[in-house]
């Protein structure tokens, strides 16, 4: 299955640079819902978010445009 942004390109239009979201601005949300594993899997409520928001976001530049999606649909 072909990705957002190569599913996007139009006609005569080349993918310049490709980006992903850094992991570093989430390290306290994550390190927070690993302590709260202890508590009924509460934890799992604050992991989950944060990690799909990470592994689902696209970012592309283009000689024409730029490409951003976020989240799984």
Known sequence: M???VNQSLTKNENIINRAQVSWI???LAILLGVILLAFYG???LII???VLRVWS???ALT????????GLI
């Open 57 to 59: 976001t696209e970012l």
């Open 25 to 27: 601005p989430t390290i």
């Open 2 to 4: 072909a990705s957002y």
């Open 42 to 44: 509460l934890g799992l």
């Open 63 to 70: 000689n024409q445009r730029i490409i951003a999606k976020v």
């Open 48 to 50: 989950i978010p944060v």
